[in-house]
């Protein structure tokens, strides 16, 4: 019924003002995406090993960290716009940074989870928050707590522009022909990456041997070590897929704003825990899903309403499908018990 | 006997040394023997705040070696103590530095704190202990003045019965938004705008009272208001988009830019409205600011609670003289000359106090007449203007001054006078300069 009405009020707005709702749109997907490519890395582990792995936040940040002195070896400072020539490199780094925060992600599981598999569920949540405030503060310590600048590297070529006419109903009469948003390239290419990441993870996870192990670990992991599964192996390779996935979006992220700062994981960690939640934990379409709806609300709300309410906003719903529909809108993954 | 007179001698030769080496005291070696009496210190001073608290610190420092680093046979020193947190300034470290000042024995007054939110939660500390605190740029006027928009107030700062011991040598906010607001208005012909805040004490004080003061200029429906979390904000998009449909064609935002108060900025050109004003509070005239602005740092203007002493021509000899012995790039600030007053100001009280024969061995005796004779000041010629202070301890000089981004030559860069993006940065050679002031004592 909510849900209805809300619909409702977006179509309203969309006649009020086309242009104007397809810029809160573009700017709620992009950020959606973002939260997306961060909200799979819950999901994931929370899957197969039931921990809400609190430093994946972090883990996310840590791309961007981990992007910025990579980048420079290669002449990139912050002044840096895009050109042509760049291409190779970035995607190099990508590639780069996907797999070092991989690493860093198995070591964090061998030394603060691993050992802990068997103990209380309590135990590896605490650790997994010590971990997070590790690497927040090893982030610190490195890059102080400024925001850094990244390079512009994403081209600010225009796609589509959207400009905005007289309101239809005189409730906007203020707005003028200037143009509202214009659709870069960069936009673009950030759902688009998002959107061939969590394919090909989908991909991954339902046809590949190392994706039925995933499964198969994830509904019981007992059975599974019986049949010749090595779970250790399992479980290393699904914290290093999520943490990949969360270094791409920690690069995607700075590349987009162009600024990121230590702390940035903490709470862009807890809206994606929230997306994985709201699609429903340990579910990959959910978790996608959780993110590009939060980040529309988000978006709707501050364009709309006001920006002072957000987070009252998001999580006053995500109560509400929780309370209604606790296996989130997509329906939990996790093993019978 | 003996050695322990040369162990003193040996102490304030040291002192003198010290002191030398800073390139210091125009009075010489005039350094005391009567004993050592500190101004204690308190500011944000590493991390991201270190750009507030270092060059503020060394107003006080110069202050004390200007009176050749003793007053009355004693020797002047500094108690120095940073309540930054992880590079933002922190209310409880702040406690725990007044607390720290109150109990050392050496300490009879002080110079700080930077930060409104840190003075509120210090002035409850340090009131019963008549321990005379001067800020050299608190602007909420909260900590002075019961205003109907204050969501504290002094009087509950302050224990019963005890006398004022918080006195400040800036104006306040409710100054510094209505001076923006006549500015955004009347020079630069600013109709309807956007009003944002970051959800702190100071900005939405800061914010309120422009956003106040812009309806009186403009009218009824000349502002949209907004607010967003700090901690949870990283795209501002969706609230620019708000502000343009209202048919806003300026931004003040009420913030410091550890509160990310000037990444919004950085968005705006890619929705079409780089060109725009965004104006603010002393909290952004940094060189963060300039550097978090990116691509749309042209544009930006801040204000400044109190007078900039680089456009008053009687100050120029001594902060020609505070040059020659701080010669850092960063060693000079917008409140440096400030933090000069306010110690030379209480080096005042000190003395006045030495001479009416206190005794600083008597801590709290000494204290209270320290406090009493600074509550006392009346025509004080400082570097800034003069300086009288109310029942409430604000000055009698309400001058607020505004600063808009520029791109500087390098000559003017390097002076080292301005406030410029960091050094070797993309925004190196972009600017706060000095655009115009409101004086509101007058």
């Known amino acids: ?337 | 006997m003996r050695t322990l007179r040369l162990g003193r001698f040996a102490a304030v030769a040291a002192f003198a040394v010290v002191a030398v080496a800073c390139g210091g005291g125009t009075g010489g070696g005039g350094g005391g023997n009567k004993g050592t009496i500190a101004i204690g210190v308190d500011l944000p001073e590493s991390g991201a705040a270190a750009s507030s608290g270092l060059p503020t610190l060394n107003g006080v420092k110069y202050a004390i070696s200007k009176a050749g680093g003793s007053v009355s046979g004693w020797t002047l020193a500094v108690e120095n103590r940073d309540d930054a947190v992880g590079g933002s300034y922190n209310a409880d470290k702040g406690v725990q530095n007044v607390t720290d000042l109150i109990n050392n024995n050496t300490v009879v007054a002080m110079v700080g704190p930077f930060n409104s939110a840190v003075g509120k939660a210090e002035i409850p500390v340090t009131n019963p202990a008549h321990l005379t605190m001067i800020s050299p740029s608190n602007t909420n006027p909260c900590l002075t003045k019961d205003l109907p928009t204050c969501s504290y107030h002094p009087q509950d700062l302050r224990k019963a019965g005890v006398p004022n011991n918080y006195f400040r040598v800036v104006a306040t906010d409710d100054l510094q938004g209505p001076a923006m607001a006549d500015y955004a208005y009347n020079t630069l012909g600013i109709k309807k705008i956007g009003v944002l805040d970051e959800k702190t004490v100071f900005g939405i004080g800061i914010a309120d009272a422009f956003q106040a003061q812009f309806q009186k200029d403009a009218g009824a429906g000349s502002f949209k208001r907004d607010s967003y979390d700090p901690k949870t904000t990283t795209d501002w998009r969706s609230i620019l988009n708000g502000f343009k449909s209202f048919g806003a064609t300026a931004i003040y935002v009420g913030g410091t830019d550890d509160q990310k108060a000037c990444q919004p900025r950085a968005q705006m050109t890619a929705l079409g409205i780089g060109s725009w004003p965004y104006l603010g509070g002393d909290g952004i005239q940094t060189s963060q600011c300039v550097d978090d602005a990116a691509d749309s740092a042209l544009g930006v203007s801040a204000t400044t609670a109190g007078a900039d002493a680089g456009q008053i021509p009687s100050a120029a000899s001594t902060i020609s003289d505070f040059k020659k012995q701080f010669t850092g790039a960063n060693d000079y600030g917008a409140y440096t000359m400030s933090a000069y007053d306010a110690a030379s100001i209480e080096i005042a009280a000190i003395k006045k106090a030495l001479d009416a024969g206190k005794d600083p061995k008597k801590l709290n005796d000494f204290r209270e007449a320290v406090r009493a004779n600074v509550a006392a000041t009346n025509g004080f010629k400082g570097v800034l203007g003069t300086t009288t202070f109310d029942a409430k301890g604000d000055t009698s000089a309400k001058i607020i001054s505004v600063y808009g981004v520029k791109k500087e030559d390098a000559s003017r860069v390097s002076a080292g006078d301005l406030t410029c993006g960091k050094a070797g940065g993309p925004n190196a050679n972009l600017c706060f300069d000095w655009v115009k002031q409101f004086n509101f004592g007058a």
């Not at chain 1, 934990?281 to 996608?288: D, F, K, L, P, W």
């Open chain 1, 1 to 337: 019924m909510s849900g209805l009405l809300a619909i409702l009020w977006v179509i309203y707005l969309g006649a009020e003002d086309p242009a104007g709702l397809i810029a809160t749109l573009v700017i709620g997907i992009t950020d959606g995406a973002m939260f997306a490519l961060v909200a799979l890395g819950y999901t994931m582990v929370y899957g197969i090993i039931e921990l809400i792995n609190f430093a994946h936040g972090d883990v996310f940040t840590l791309g961007g960290f981990l992007g910025l002195p990579l980048l420079g070896l290669f002449g990139i400072t912050s002044g840096t716009k895009f050109a042509w020539v760049y291409v190779p490199i970035l995607v190099f780094v990508f590639v780069l940074v996907m797999g070092l925060n991989g690493l860093v992600n198995i070591t964090i599981e061998r030394v603060a989870y691993r050992p802990l598999r068997n103990a209380p569920r309590l135990a590896p949540l605490i650790t997994a928050i010590g971990m997070s405030f590790i690497l927040e503060g090893a982030m610190y310590l490195w890059r102080g707590p400024v925001s850094l600048r990244f390079p512009n590297l994403l081209p600010d070529t225009v796609a589509s522009r959207f400009t905005s006419p007289a309101g239809h109903f005189g409730l906007n009469s203020g707005s003028t022909a200037a143009p509202l948003i214009d659709i870069g390239v960069k936009d673009v290419a950030v759902v688009i990456s998002t959107v061939v990441l969590v394919i090909l993870l989908s991909v991954f996870i339902n046809r590949t041997k190392l994706g039925k192990a995933m499964r198969a670990t994830a509904q019981d992991r007992d059975a599974a070590q019986l049949m010749g599964i090595d779970i250790n192996r399992t479980i290393s390779a699904t914290f290093f897929i999520g943490a990949a996935l969360a270094g791409a979006g920690g690069m995607i992220w700075a590349l987009y704003f162009n600024s990121i700062r230590f702390d940035l994981g903490f709470t862009t960690g807890l809206i994606a825990f929230t997306a994985a939640v709201l699609g429903g934990i340990g579910n990959i379409e959910g978790a996608a899903l959780g993110g590009l709806l939060i980040g529309i609300i988000r978006a709707l709300n501050e364009r709309y309403l006001s920006a002072s309410w957000s987070d009252v906003v998001i999580f006053g719903i995500l109560i509400m499908v929780l309370v209604f529909r606790p296996t989130g809108l997509l329906g939990m993954r996790v093993p019978e018990k």
